[in-house]
């Protein structure tokens, strides 16, 4: 077993800071990491606002109706990554999720009045969202080498968590500032989008078990 590990860890691509900082597919996972956390984050801050604003007045209605999204997603996740080690494939099981996410919040955005369409959004960008996460922290490790891979987890996320930032800053100055409520969210959806469509450039035979 031992001597497996350390072969795995000779044919990782990246074994050192230097290498880090230059390597692209490091700033490849970067990206990836940002669109994730735009997913996550929209939902974080800005569900109960979108539920509200769909014409839900009760607090407590709102707080039980924001759980779903998180209970269906914890569903999902859990079969995205019985799938994920049963096909012995990342990639896809990334990308289907953000691609979900993506399109929930853009259904949300798209008829923010209707609570049933918003609803709906909120439950399919929440199962894309949550099992997105996890699924990307599948990736780094199969780049990142010895002492580089803590160096490396650690400047993808600090980069990345950058969308925390970013997407509540974005939606609460796009909601402010134009006539459209919901064109922050379909903006936060095309970004969204570009990050899945990334990860198919992440390279399968790396990122695969084998």
């Keep these: 077993m031992r001597e497996e590990m350390a072969l795995e860890e000779r044919h990782k691509p990246i074994d050192s800071m230097r290498g880090l900082l230059g390597d692209a597919h490091v700033w490849l996972l970067v990206a990836i990491y940002f669109a994730v956390m735009l997913a996550v984050n929209t939902l974080a801050f800005w569900m109960p606002s979108l539920i509200h604003g769909a014409g839900i007045g009760s607090d407590g209605q709102v707080g039980l109706l924001s759980a779903i999204p998180y209970l269906a997603g914890c569903l999902f996740m859990l079969g995205c990554g019985r799938s994920s080690d049963r096909h012995r494939e990342r990639r896809w099981h990334l990308c289907g999720p953000l691609l979900m996410a993506a ?108």
Excluded: C, E, H
């Design 103 to 210: 399109a929930g919040i853009a259904l949300a955005g798209w008829a923010p009045d209707d609570a049933l369409l918003v609803m709906s959004g909120l439950v399919v960008a929440g199962m894309g969202a949550s099992a997105a996460l996890p699924m990307f922290w599948q990736l780094p490790p199969a780049f990142l080498a010895g002492g580089a891979q803590a160096a490396g987890i650690a400047m993808i996320s600090s980069f990345g968590s950058i969308a925390s930032f970013a997407a509540p800053y974005l939606i609460g100055w796009m909601r402010d500032s134009t006539a459209n409520p919901g064109l922050a969210l379909q903006v936060l959806a095309v970004a969204i989008v570009m990050g899945a469509v990334l990860v198919l450039k992440v390279p399968a035979s790396v990122v695969n078990p084998r």
